[in-house]
């Protein structure tokens, strides 16, 4: 419908028409919804995808620069200084979890107020000059291993564009293709969480010693050929997101916007339809969700090798080698469940495709609880030394790739296996039977990847069309918290009180995530829904 204008519609030559000032704003407001209504031209679709696709990309590579050298820390570490023990390894392993937490949120402000294209080169930059410091590591006299903590700090830091990477995906997507976007974010992560460990092993034929070159003091060998060839690839995405990375933005109808993060003129209107403002419980409820739902992965990941070397008498070598086939198993199981979700939330919606996630994972941990009267095998102390080598709390901060390079005292010639005797719930509880580990394992790796993609996808439209940047650096560090403390978590409880506390507190803490789902459930819905300006059944 035609604004009303009153008095003439036109004055004299070169006059513009004579509207009031309420009726040039309703022209001006009509205007531009009729620009809004402009249907995305191809070449600007394309554009957009494109950029989408650097974004996997860099979630891709921020995953592989934290799993391509992790299988080799340990044996480094030993390497360059031998005064480093395992709880300092602790430190090393959870130095890039306290980076990417400390700088997910300052990227995602500074994503905010300029272009993505600035924090995604600057903290990519930082990852490539950290890898590079993390091959030289060698070189100093003394307190070597301080030089690696910084560096896989550094690496972690760099990290901290993940931030930017999801609020980027959620401004350049609308809510029909969010729930996709965002699980393809997710299995790229996963994708290179599983390829890094193989990266390592392919540059395991390099040797210890490998190749010196003198004149710059390099040694390219197992150790640091990984992190220079991650370096290589940081390069690769920092010349591709000058190349190809372009700033776009559409509302949650699919219309193009422009924002602060242009740095010019781009076509496009200033979305109007971020006035609003956002339901701060929902926010809060989805960062504690997320938080739970990274600390219990995290749980599950390091209390695998402890849990099944004391269970079914495994030497640390068998453990490594078993659970690192399931693990790697657990991550193709994600991948697809990644992609099967897309699909599904279509037809039932996100949260309760998240609801069920939950359910899946507090049945998966339930399993796990000591249900026959079998005990485990004991790992009895030796009369003749009165020692026992045995996995310590310092021990169990470790993932379960590091526990492979650890070697047996000097004095036994066969390693002890079993539960052993010092943590005395091993006389009382009962073993819990390898069947039930696997279908845990199972039912965990399904119901982990659901609720990873439907807090993001929730969380993003929750925000709607407001800058994402700080608020997707609070998930994004809420996450990193939940990874440092998953490893201390089963070093205290589990050690000291076993198995039963351990799974119980953890189906607790689900059950209480289930009942926050339930109480801010109805209130988890998209910003333009919230605000009446699409219905739900077309999100």
Not at 315 to 324: D, L, M, P, S
Not at 420 to 433: A, E, G
Request: with cysteine; charged share 15%; hydrophobic share 45%.
């Amino acid at each position: 419908m035609a604004a009303e204008v009153s008095g003439p519609e036109v004055g004299g030559e070169g006059q513009e028409p004579l509207l009031s000032g309420g009726e040039a704003a309703a022209a001006a407001e009509e205007e531009e919804e009729e620009s809004r209504d402009v249907v995305e031209t191809q070449e600007h679709y394309k554009s957009r995808w494109r950029s989408i696709w650097i974004m996997y990309l860099t979630m891709f590579l921020s995953s592989v620069g934290f799993s391509i050298v992790i299988m080799s820390v340990w044996p480094y570490l030993q390497k360059i200084d031998p005064t480093a023990d395992a709880s300092f390894l602790g430190w090393i392993i959870a130095s890039y979890s306290i980076g990417q937490m400390v700088a997910s949120p300052l990227f995602g402000l500074w994503s905010n107020y300029r272009p993505r294209r600035e924090p995604l080169v600057i903290s990519t930059a930082i990852s490539v000059a950290a890898n590079c410091l993390y091959a030289y590591v060698h070189v100093p006299h003394s307190h070597n291993k301080y030089y690696m903590l910084t560096a896989r700090a550094l690496v972690g830091f760099g990290a901290g564009n993940v931030a930017v990477v999801r609020s980027y995906i959620a401004g350049a997507t609308s809510l029909t293709e969010r729930t996709s976007a965002m699980a393809n974010t997710s299995a790229c992560q996963a994708v290179g969480f599983i390829l890094g460990p193989v990266f390592q092993t392919c540059f395991t034929l390099i040797g210890e010693e490998g190749i010196t070159w003198k004149l710059i003091r390099l040694q390219l060998n197992m150790y640091t050929a990984p992190v220079l060839f991650g370096a290589l690839l940081g390069v690769i995405n920092i010349i591709l997101i000058f190349a190809i990375l372009r700033e776009h933005r559409v509302d949650d109808l699919g219309r193009q916007c422009r924002s602060i993060n242009f740095e010019g003129e781009e076509s496009g209107v200033l979305d109007h339809d971020a006035e609003g403002n956002v339901d701060h419980v929902a926010v809060v409820a989805i960062n504690f969700l997320f938080f739970v739902i990274l600390f219990v992965f995290a749980v599950f990941e390091t209390i695998a090798t402890p849990l099944t070397m004391d269970m079914y008498s495994w030497t640390r070598k068998e453990a490594v080698f078993y659970n690192g086939i399931i693990l790697s198993v657990v991550g193709i199981e994600s991948v697809i469940v990644f992609m099967v979700v897309k699909t599904l939330s279509k037809k039932t919606g996100e949260r309760a495709i998240l609801h069920g996630g939950l359910l899946i994972v507090l049945v998966g941990f339930f399993i796990l609880l000591p249900w026959g009267k079998k005990l485990p095998n004991i790992q009895w102390q030796e009369i003749k030394n009165n020692s026992i080598p045995r996995t310590t709390s310092t021990e169990t901060l470790m993932p379960f790739w590091s526990l492979q390079a650890m070697q047996l005292p000097s004095n036994h010639t066969v390693e002890p296996v079993g539960c052993p005797v010092t943590q005395s719930w091993c006389l009382n509880t009962p073993m819990i039977y390898l069947a039930q580990y696997i279908s845990s394992d199972i039912l965990i790796g399904l119901g982990y990847p659901v609720c990873n993609v439907m807090s993001y996808t929730l969380y993003s439209k929750i925000l709607g069309p407001k800058p994402q940047g700080v608020y997707m650096g609070w998930l994004t560090a809420s996450g990193s918290g939940a990874r440092i403390l998953g490893p201390v978590f089963v070093s205290q409880i589990y050690t000291h009180l076993g198995p039963r506390w351990a799974f119980s507190l953890i189906c607790g803490v689900v059950v209480v995530s289930l009942l926050l789902l339930e109480i801010v459930y109805k209130r988890l819905i998209a910003f333009s829904v919230r605000y009446g300006r699409m219905q739900e059944e077309s999100c």
